[in-house]
């Protein structure tokens, strides 16, 4: 195993933006009815094709309104608890990497703007990266092969 040192740094590049009008979005998308829209990237729109109005979509972003991350922050008190708790079970934007996972409900895509419902992202995040929110294994192509034990 490599320590943090050695290891090749990992670089992303968002794939477009959040935009919303809310100023004060939950902090959790289970907690939001915000809509909002995600601006995709000319030349990723092609990868929104089969994307339709009731999806469900996972959206990877990145917290880039976070402060840098120190040791400190490993534990922190969440507004929702009295105690501190380890960064790893909590929902912190203030993070070892500062990325986030949402849910979102898609209510119209329209060229390469998906309008959603759900936001719990600041206006102007970057977006790394949507996916199928898949809830059963009939859902997932490689749910057949399974991998042995033993």
């Given at each position: 195993?490599?320590?943090?040192?050695?290891?090749?740094?990992?670089?992303?590049?968002?794939?477009?933006?959040?935009?919303?009008?809310?100023?004060?979005?939950?902090?959790?998308?289970?907690?939001?009815?915000?809509?909002?829209?995600?601006?995709?990237?000319?030349?990723?729109?092609?990868?929104l094709?089969?994307?339709?109005?009731?999806?469900?979509?996972?959206?990877?972003?990145?917290?880039?309104?976070?402060?840098?991350?120190?040791?400190?922050?490993?534990?922190?008190?969440?507004?929702?608890?009295?105690?501190?708790?380890?960064?790893?079970?909590?929902?912190?934007?203030?993070?070892?990497?500062?990325?986030?996972?949402?849910?979102?409900?898609?209510?119209?895509v329209?060229?390469?703007?998906?309008?959603?419902?759900?936001?719990d992202?600041?206006d102007?995040?970057?977006?790394?990266?949507?996916?199928?929110?898949?809830?059963?294994?009939?859902?997932?192509p490689?749910?057949?092969?399974?991998?042995?034990?033993?």
């Amino acid at each position: 195993m490599q320590n943090r040192e050695t290891m090749e740094p990992v670089l992303f590049h968002p794939i477009g933006v959040v935009r919303t009008d809310c100023k004060n979005p939950p902090r959790h998308w289970t907690c939001s009815d915000v809509q909002g829209e995600l601006v995709i990237n000319h030349e990723f729109k092609p990868g929104l094709c089969d994307i339709k109005a009731g999806d469900r979509i996972v959206v990877l972003f990145h917290f880039h309104k976070s402060p840098p991350f120190r040791p400190e922050m490993l534990r922190q008190t969440p507004p929702h608890r009295n105690r501190k708790t380890g960064v790893f079970s909590i929902c912190s934007p203030r993070r070892p990497n500062p990325l986030g996972l949402s849910v979102l409900r898609v209510m119209k895509v329209s060229g390469g703007t998906v309008v959603v419902r759900g936001i719990d992202m600041l206006d102007g995040t970057p977006i790394l990266d949507i996916k199928p929110y898949v809830t059963a294994p009939v859902h997932c192509p490689s749910s057949q092969k399974r991998c042995k034990t033993g």
